[in-house]
């Protein structure tokens, strides 16, 4: 009632955009009147009004918003000039919101406003796409627009080297793709120069098909990675016993002491492996071991779980293509290729070492950040995409956004049939197949969405049976794409696509197609989530356009079989399902969507929990790149490492020194060859004297190995300091990656103790984390004062790649020990100390 009397919160937060429509439009004359060449003479002045403080970015948007509504019936050929809907979500972008606009409303030309507005700021703009064509496309085609108002205009796609993306990245409107930005944020944060850093601060980002982005890709971290040590033997011994594994038969969940009659168990809804007793036993046997679950058969137990999982949770043609001897992964959201993405913790050579091809070292993370974490470091967000609506909840509570659905500017006319239900999938696709060629026949459009390749390719077979001529969008097809989704809404075309390949190119209407019924969309089985469902609906019916929709499905779907309730199969059973025919039932539509919405909460739940287990991850990230930072850009880190040098010592000494009484030998010996190890003091005479030095000689000392650096190298020194404080810095930080990995694949056990594991997790992270910056610290140190400089450093020469010059001594005295040169051509055993003085092996080390 109160809905009807007030409207909803969405039509209320309309309606006080509109005396700000009414400002612009009444602008209009103003702005025809104004020549070309006062474009970006406007937009030059109030760069500099924004810049002086004069005039805020709220301000200048009527004006703002004119200007570029009449630079569009300019620069566009032929013109194009933003509606009213489209200014209402030009100011939802600005005020960092989602503006949720149906397909074919023109949200590539919406955003224009809100990117040129911002852009004002003179502190970047950043237009994120799902994949590079795209970002492309758009720089391109709104590039006109922007380079019309004087503003420059810049791509980040992959292949480009730092120079190309520094200059991307300093233009005043950014296009790119959400991995390409991620990791240029994740390499800048592995550089040793500021001059090398590509990227500006965050400030302004516009997230084209947010939902892709923000939701479906939430729940894959972005990683850098390195080649860990791990054999490519093991993956291929391991995968040999699977097929031995006997697949355990489902169990009625209600009955709890029902026993497996398999070697494993798989939870298809969750994608794990449980081994059995009798699994277990049988993979002793076969890998020759006396117990899988000896802590030193530990690896080959999570090795033995990934190679069933490849075998059993993972797909050829679904989750996964072989392309080029290689594994490439699908995304499972739009059907496209990954490439160069892999899957972590060994299931990648998992599955190289099932299909046979070459088995790829193991990687260790080096930087990793999730999209959720990168997008939410911006100063302000915003996003467009035709469904957002379904997952208002999330984005508010994960982003802060709030979700505005904007009316369309022509009514919507496409007919959504009721679902037809099947009793089995062969039925389902032949009625599939019936409905394509009745179309094909009478000149109709079809666009076929589809989950998987397998499933495209399977309907594939049956037009060519029926000599219906069609073409195949998915992951094979990814560089015909655009051209295909193009010519999908001509006279008699079939498109079969896989999910949402294609997404962000509209399909116009050919002639004569709206007589026929316009674009008829068939969905061969309902989507994991209802959004993915409406997102292939809305690729009919764009500007008013006449089309309709259809899903079939059948009761042995995955979704059916593996999340409808058995209500739904006794509402079936009395509906008295014939074989070969189909219902179209209300309930049992509600029934499915119920279905849908549980897994969508399922879902949700696994990115809310990966996203607290990455905020602590991410609390420690900020701070180690926080200090990453400063050490780069600081002039003076001298005073840094000192401050390092400092803690240090009152941390070592301090224990000794508070003994009342004086401490015992045991413990003088103790810290003496803590002191030796660290600051390398057996170089000055006075060491010699047994006991410990007070605090003031041991800080006098310090000042003298300063002091001897600053001497030695002039005016490298600080480059020198800054060197080694960053390379203990990414050293350590990787080690502590793995350590925290390690730590969160064993963390869900603490549940069987009674504990919370996110509270156990975030407990033993601070611990590993207090030690790492206590590492950092304790081996840069070592460093400095264990450096000798033996010949002098030419310019250009002390570089991160270049270190030829630098001079180390292993611990004892200047006096007998010579110094040793550590050269780029130097070949120091692997399992030699390393001469850097860490005590660690070489290639656990600077080999490393």
């Known amino acids: 009632m109160f809905k009807k009397i007030f409207g909803s919160k969405n039509d209320r937060y309309l309606k006080k955009l509109t005396p700000i429509i009414a400002r612009i439009n009444a602008l209009e004359p103003e702005m025809e009147a104004l020549a070309d060449i006062d474009f970006p003479a406007k937009v030059a002045a109030w760069k500099g009004q924004v810049a002086a403080g004069e005039k805020t970015l709220d301000d200048l948007l009527p004006e703002c918003f004119a200007l570029v509504r009449e630079a569009?019936?300019?620069?566009?050929?032929?013109?194009?000039?933003?509606?009213?809907?489209?200014?209402?979500?030009?100011?939802?972008?600005?005020?960092?919101?989602?503006a949720e606009m149906k397909t074919g409303e023109g949200k590539t030309l919406v955003a224009t406003l809100a990117v040129v507005l911002n852009a004002l700021s003179g502190k970047g703009v950043h237009v994120v796409t799902v994949n590079d064509y795209l970002a492309r496309r758009d720089a391109e085609w709104?590039?006109?627009?922007?380079?019309?108002?004087?503003?420059?205009?810049?791509?980040?796609?992959?292949?480009?080297?730092?120079?190309?993306?520094?200059?991307?990245?300093?233009?005043?409107?950014?296009?790119?793709?959400?991995?390409?930005?991620?990791?240029?944020?994740?390499?800048?944060?592995?550089?040793?120069?500021?001059?090398?850093?590509?990227?500006?601060?965050?400030?302004?980002a516009i997230v084209d098909e947010v939902d892709s982005i923000l939701i479906d890709e939430a729940r894959t971290p972005l990683i850098i990675s390195g080649p860990?040590?791990?054999?490519?033997?093991?993956?291929?011994?391991?995968?040999?016993?699977?097929?031995?594994?006997?697949?355990?038969?489902?169990?009625?969940?209600?009955?709890?002491?029902?026993?497996?009659?398999?070697?494993?168990?798989?939870?298809?809804?969750?994608?794990?492996?449980?081994?059995?007793?009798?699994?277990?036993?049988?993979v002793e046997g076969l890998l020759g071991l006396d117990n899988l679950f000896d802590p030193q058969n530990i690896a080959l137990q999570h090795h033995v779980l990934q190679a069933v999982k490849a075998h059993h949770c993972f797909q050829r043609d679904v989750e996964y293509i072989v392309k080029d001897d290689q594994v490439v992964l699908v995304d499972e959201f739009t059907g496209r290729l990954m490439p160069g993405r892999r899957l972590s913790d060994g299931l990648h050579q998992a599955i190289e070492a099932k299909e046979n091809v070459k088995v790829e070292a193991e990687n260790q993370t080096l930087a990793s950040i999730t999209f959720q974490n990168y997008f939410r470091m911006y100063e302000k967000l915003a996003g467009m995409t035709g469904t957002a609506d379904t997952e208002a909840v999330e984005f508010q509570q994960i982003y802060g956004l709030e979700v505005i659905v904007i009316p369309t500017n022509m009514p919507m006319v496409r007919e959504d049939n009721p679902d037809s239900i099947y009793k089995t999938q062969e039925e389902k696709y032949k009625a599939i197949a019936e409905d394509i060629e009745d179309c094909h026949r009478r000149g109709q459009p079809v666009l076929v969405g589809t989950v998987s390749i397998e499933k495209s390719e399977l309907i594939s077979n049956l037009l060519k049976k029926l000599k219906?001529?069609?073409?195949?969008?998915?992951?094979?097809?990814?560089?015909?794409?655009?051209?295909?989704?193009?010519?999908?809404?001509?006279k008699g075309k079939v498109t079969i696509a896989t999910n949402m390949a294609g997404r962000g190119t509209d399909i116009k209407l050919g002639e004569g197609v709206c007589e026929l019924g316009g674009l008829h969309i068939i969905g061969t089985e309902?989507?994991?989530?209802?959004?993915i469902d409406n997102q292939l609906?809305?690729?009919?019916?764009?500007?008013?356009?006449?089309?309709?929709?259809?899903?079939?499905?059948?009761?042995?779907?995955?979704?059916?079989?593996?999340?409808?309730?058995?209500?739904?199969?006794?509402?079936?059973?009395?509906?008295g399902l014939e074989d070969g025919m189909a219902i179209e039932n209300k309930m049992v539509s509600n029934a499915i969507e119920k279905s849908q919405t549980r897994v969508e909460g399922h879902h949700y739940e696994i990115r809310k929990q990966l996203l607290e287990y990455d905020d602590v991850m991410n609390q420690q990230r900020e701070a180690i790149y926080g200090l990453r930072r400063e050490l780069m850009e600081t002039k003076e880190v001298e005073s840094i490492a000192r401050e390092y040098a400092d803690d240090l010592l009152e941390d070592i000494l301090e224990a000794a020194l508070d003994v009342k009484g004086g401490a015992d030998k045991e413990t003088v010996e103790s810290v003496r060859a803590r002191l030796e190890e660290v600051f390398n003091f057996e170089r000055f005479p006075e060491w010699a004297k047994s006991g410990l030095p007070d605090m003031d000689q041991a800080h006098k000392w310090v000042d003298d190995i300063f002091a001897y650096l600053r001497a030695s190298t002039g005016e490298h020194y600080q480059e020198i300091l800054r060197?080694?404080?960053?390379?203990?810095?990414?050293?350590?930080?990787?080690?502590?990656?793995?350590?925290?990995?390690?730590?969160?694949?064993?963390?869900?056990l603490r549940g069987y103790g009674q504990k919370?594991?996110?509270?156990?997790?975030?407990?033993?992270?601070?611990?590993?984390?207090?030690?790492?910056?206590?590492?950092?610290?304790?081996?840069?140190?070592?460093?400095?004062?264990?450096?000798?400089?033996?010949?002098?450093?030419?310019?250009?020469?002390?570089?991160?790649?270049?270190?030829?010059?630098?001079?180390?001594?292993?611990?004892?005295?200047?006096q007998d020990k010579k110094p040793v040169t550590v050269r780029k051509d130097a070949k120091i055993p692997r399992n030699a100390p390393c001469p850097c003085g860490s005590g660690k092996k070489y290639k656990k080390c600077c080999g490393a």
Do not use: C
């Open 468 to 490: 219906v001529p069609h073409n195949v969008l998915n992951a094979k097809q990814h560089e015909r794409e655009a051209e295909i989704v193009l010519e999908a809404g001509h």
């Open 537 to 575: 609906r809305g690729r009919a019916g764009r500007q008013g356009d006449p089309g309709s929709s259809r899903f079939y499905l059948a009761l042995d779907d995955d979704l059916m079989r593996l999340f409808g309730s058995d209500r739904l199969k006794g509402i079936m059973e009395k509906l």
């Open 142 to 204: 709104m590039g006109q627009l922007y380079n019309f108002l004087g503003l420059t205009v810049g791509v980040i796609v992959h292949g480009l080297n730092d120079q190309e993306r520094q200059e991307a990245y300093r233009a005043d409107i950014t296009y790119g793709t959400n991995n390409e930005f991620g990791f240029d944020y994740l390499r800048d944060n592995m550089k040793f120069y500021k001059e090398q850093l590509v990227q500006r601060p965050l400030n302004f």
């Open 723 to 748: 060197y080694f404080l960053l390379d203990s810095l990414d050293r350590n930080w990787k080690e502590h990656l793995l350590n925290m990995d390690h730590l969160r694949d064993g963390i869900g």
């Open 756 to 814: 919370d594991p996110k509270q156990e997790y975030k407990r033993e992270g601070f611990e590993l984390f207090s030690e790492l910056v206590y590492t950092i610290k304790e081996n840069a140190l070592r460093a400095f004062s264990h450096l000798r400089i033996q010949a002098e450093v030419k310019d250009d020469e002390f570089k991160h790649e270049d270190t030829d010059d630098l001079q180390y001594t292993d611990s004892g005295s200047a």
């Open 228 to 282: 860990g040590e791990k054999s490519s033997g093991l993956y291929r011994r391991v995968d040999a016993i699977v097929p031995k594994l006997v697949k355990s038969s489902p169990t009625d969940p209600e009955d709890k002491d029902a026993v497996p009659d398999g070697d494993f168990v798989l939870d298809e809804k969750t994608k794990s492996i449980t081994l059995t007793d009798a699994g277990v036993e049988k």
């Open 526 to 531: 309902r989507h994991e989530s209802r959004r």
């Open 72 to 98: 569009g019936r300019r620069a566009f050929d032929p013109p194009m000039r933003h509606f009213d809907v489209q200014l209402i979500g030009g100011i939802v972008l600005h005020q960092g919101k989602i």
